[in-house]
């Protein structure tokens, strides 16, 4: 998220709408893509073009230790999981004989199903495991507890972990010997304690009684995860409405909120989950999911000075980029001095109230969502005072009129006398830019972590490629 380079009349080229961009650097469209990509079918790309694309900017980035800090700064700070293995999986074969090779394949193993998934990318491309992938595994598996190895040994799957154990040959450990020798018991997850409950049951009412003391274990205990307890909140108002109110109380916690990783759309998802039940237990939980949103932004970074917010709602902007667009907006516009706008082949300007909720805030702006095409020069036509700095939350397809907004932002600092900050979020990690690197911070990420970076680049312009080289192997 930093981006200062010189740019020059090669950057320039179409994007995938088929308007003029610029192209992003190698090292700023890998991070793009890593930090947004979860290897799924997007507007104008699908999982396997986006693989491609990540195989072309490995291969482009000579620094591959970089490349190597990138995937554990996107696997350790942001969460990203597939793109991560594919991303270490890809490096495996381009880093033989580096020292801190196996340094890397130690650090990029956050959970040890991490192992499984990347030894799988390896074999389904045709590859061998390298002696860096076994050296760096080993260490890896050596750090992990009986309940964690246990909990993803993943017995039947294509790569289990007895497999990665007998592969690498690990440290002997208590958890490592278990898991060998096959005495390795399954913890009481909450997967596991709810299919249990359905196995053992004889009768539908028998069923109903044995998952709702499941979920009494569960949440009573606190042994289900903050982000599994957002996926079964409505399970939890239907099987054990008695619960609620200790499901909320885990809901607010600021230290699991903190260390959860959960991403800050999946509180919207949640929450439409719940809008569509009523009775017992639903008021509660919509309460607790707006404190639980509001106490994970509370390292947003107030600006000083005046900002404006552009949010883009054209129709490539559907599903969760809009999700997430309209997230980011509320939280921004709520905590800052903020005027927003809403743009897509035309802008305008959008008021609310910042004293209502971040997602009542979210769910307006989405509700605000008229998908036309897509001119973010329009945004620097509407713009109508000075503003220190400007937030663009988009796709980065612009295509109206072919040309890039270069005039339009030009334009938009002479009539108003402004050299505002512009920070470019591309919210799909498409890799190109609708303006020329210099003086331009693009933002990549969904994380509540990309606050942090913020305030980083209000001080420091080299802000996340300096977080990135952090990273020790």
Same mark, same amino acid.
């Given at each position: 998220?930093?981006?200062?380079?010189?740019?020059?009349?090669?950057?320039?080229?179409?994007?995938?709408?088929?308007?003029?961009?610029?192209?992003?650097?190698?090292?700023?469209?890998?991070?793009?893509?890593?930090?947004?990509?979860?290897?799924?079918?997007?507007?104008?790309?699908?999982?396997?073009?986006?693989?491609?694309?990540?195989?072309?900017?490995?291969?482009?980035?000579?620094?591959?230790?970089?490349?190597?800090?990138?995937?554990?700064?996107?696997?350790?700070?942001?969460?990203?999981?597939?793109?991560?293995?594919?991303?270490?999986?890809?490096?495996?074969?381009?880093?033989?004989?580096?020292?801190?090779?196996?340094?890397?394949?130690?650090?990029?193993?956050?959970?040890?199903?991490?192992?499984?998934?990347?030894?799988?990318?390896?074999?389904?491309?045709?590859?061998?495991?390298?002696?860096?992938?076994?050296?760096?595994?080993?260490?890896?598996?050596?750090?992990?507890?009986?309940?964690?190895?246990?909990?993803?040994?993943?017995?039947?799957?294509?790569?289990?972990?007895?497999?990665?154990?007998?592969?690498?040959?690990?440290?002997?450990?208590?958890?490592?010997?278990?898991?060998?020798?096959?005495?390795?018991?399954?913890?009481?997850?909450?997967?596991?304690?709810?299919?249990?409950?359905?196995?053992?049951?004889?009768?539908?009412?028998?069923?109903?009684?044995?998952?709702?003391?499941?979920?009494?274990?569960?949440?009573?205990?606190?042994?289900?995860?903050?982000?599994?307890?957002?996926?079964?909140?409505?399970?939890?108002?239907?099987?054990?409405?008695?619960?609620?109110?200790?499901?909320?109380?885990?809901?607010?916690?600021?230290?699991?909120?903190?260390? #959860?990783? @959960?991403?800050? %759309?999946?509180?919207? =998802?949640? $929450?439409?989950?719940? !809008?569509?039940?009523?009775?017992? /237990?639903?008021?509660?939980?919509?309460?607790?999911?707006?404190?639980?949103?509001?106490?994970?932004? #509370?390292? @947003?970074?107030? %600006?000083?000075?005046? =900002?404006? $917010?552009?949010?883009? !709602?054209?129709?490539?902007?559907? /599903?969760?980029?809009?999700?997430?667009?309209?997230?980011?907006?509320?939280?921004?516009?709520?905590?800052?001095?903020?005027?927003?706008?809403?743009?897509?082949?035309?802008?305008?300007?959008?008021?609310?109230?910042?004293?209502?909720?971040?997602?009542?805030?979210?769910?307006?702006?989405?509700?605000?969502?008229?998908?036309?095409?897509?001119?973010?020069?329009?945004?620097?036509?509407?713009?109508?005072?000075?503003?220190?700095?400007?937030?663009?939350?988009?796709?980065?397809?612009?295509?109206?009129?072919?040309?890039?907004?270069?005039?339009?932002?030009?334009?938009?600092?002479?009539?108003?006398?402004?050299?505002?900050?512009?920070?470019?979020?591309?919210?799909?990690?498409?890799?190109?830019?609708?303006?020329?690197?210099?003086?331009?911070?693009?933002?990549?990420?969904?994380?509540?972590?990309?606050?942090?970076?913020?305030?980083?680049?209000?001080?420091?312009?080299?802000?996340?490629?300096?977080?990135?080289?952090?990273?020790?192997?």
């Amino acid at each position: 998220m930093k981006f200062n380079t010189k740019t020059n009349i090669s950057n320039r080229t179409d994007n995938l709408a088929g308007g003029e961009a610029y192209k992003e650097s190698p090292k700023l469209a890998l991070i793009s893509l890593l930090l947004t990509s979860f290897v799924k079918d997007q507007y104008y790309r699908d999982a396997d073009e986006s693989l491609v694309e990540l195989t072309n900017l490995i291969d482009t980035i000579t620094d591959k230790k970089f490349v190597a800090k990138s995937a554990i700064y996107a696997r350790t700070k942001f969460g990203m999981r597939s793109v991560s293995h594919a991303t270490a999986a890809e490096l495996a074969s381009r880093i033989g004989g580096q020292e801190w090779a196996k340094n890397f394949f130690e650090k990029i193993i956050y959970r040890p199903d991490d192992m499984m998934e990347i030894l799988a990318y390896v074999y389904a491309k045709g590859g061998k495991e390298s002696n860096a992938i076994r050296k760096g595994f080993a260490k890896a598996i050596s750090k992990f507890d009986e309940y964690q190895l246990a909990k993803y040994k993943k017995d039947g799957a294509e790569v289990s972990l007895i497999d990665v154990a007998n592969l690498v040959h690990p440290k002997s450990t208590p958890a490592i010997e278990a898991l060998i020798k096959g005495t390795l018991k399954s913890p009481e997850t909450w997967e596991a304690k709810l299919t249990k409950a359905g196995q053992n049951a004889e009768t539908e009412e028998q069923k109903e009684e044995l998952k709702k003391e499941a979920w009494v274990s569960l949440v009573k205990e606190k042994k289900i995860g903050y982000f599994a307890l957002l996926r079964n909140l409505r399970n939890i108002i239907e099987q054990a409405p008695d619960l609620v109110s200790d499901a909320c109380a885990l809901l607010v916690d600021e230290k699991l909120i903190r260390n #959860s990783l @959960v991403l800050p %759309f999946r509180f919207l =998802t949640a $929450i439409e989950e719940i !809008e569509k039940l009523n009775g017992t /237990g639903v008021r509660e939980v919509l309460g607790a999911l707006n404190k639980a949103i509001d106490l994970s932004t #509370s390292n @947003v970074p107030k %600006f000083d000075g005046d =900002t404006l $917010i552009a949010l883009d !709602e054209s129709g490539s902007m559907n /599903g969760q980029p809009q999700e997430s667009g309209s997230l980011f907006a509320a939280i921004l516009y709520k905590v800052n001095n903020a005027d927003l706008i809403m743009f897509d082949s035309l802008a305008r300007y959008v008021t609310l109230n910042p004293a209502d909720s971040t997602l009542t805030l979210a769910q307006k702006l989405k509700d605000e969502h008229q998908g036309g095409g897509t001119d973010l020069g329009s945004i620097f036509d509407e713009a109508n005072r000075k503003y220190d700095r400007i937030i663009i939350l988009s796709d980065m397809q612009g295509w109206v009129g072919y040309d890039a907004p270069t005039s339009e932002l030009s334009d938009y600092k002479n009539r108003v006398g402004a050299n505002p900050r512009i920070y470019s979020f591309d919210l799909q990690g498409y890799g190109t830019l609708q303006f020329p690197e210099e003086n331009i911070f693009a933002i990549a990420g969904f994380s509540e972590k990309i606050f942090d970076v913020m305030k980083l680049l209000e001080q420091d312009k080299n802000a996340l490629i300096a977080e990135i080289e952090k990273v020790e192997l």
